[in-house]
DNA sequence: GCCAACGTTGGC
DNA sequence: GCCAACGTTGGC
């Protein structure tokens, strides 16, 4: 069981739209760094458990967890002329780009905000989301610091 | 809106 | 392979 946090802008897709999707499921998209997708790809395993993180919003945080339902493959949007992901450079016998499928596992009661998580680094870990200059969108989470930022959030 | 930090691109 | 220019991310 590996542990993850995914970053995704509210106002582009968030925890409310995640919520009203079918089974409460939706491919995470658009994803156009190589580390990140490496993890995706290479690393990610169903029944993992990823954070939810809002970015590029007041305030920016964790609102909840999500469980990876379906395994890496070819991102489609890179193949889609009308999708703003595409990528003419990811051939569909040669993709450049992959994603897995997330379903939303619960909701915090409260948002833990990155200012929070910033009062509490030393409780935290090691923990890449703090780390200076950190931009990844995807990023491993060690079980220790899942645990702690689960007890914030309210159990 | 600002800007630091980083990633990508492309000329050489 | 170097590196300057440019684009993006994302907190503030």
Redesign the pocket.
Known sequence: MNYWLM?S?PSVFGIDDLATRPKRTEPWDGV????ARNMMRDQMRRHDLAFL?H????P?GIVGTMEIVRESYPDPTAFDPESKYYDP?SDPDNPRWYLVDVRLKRRFKRMVT??EL?DRVDELGDFTLL???????VMPVEAATWQRIVELAGG
């Open positions: 970053k802008e156009r760094n190589y580390q993180y970015s590029n919003c007041e920016p450079k990155l200012a910033r780390r200076r200059g950190n931009r990844l969108s």
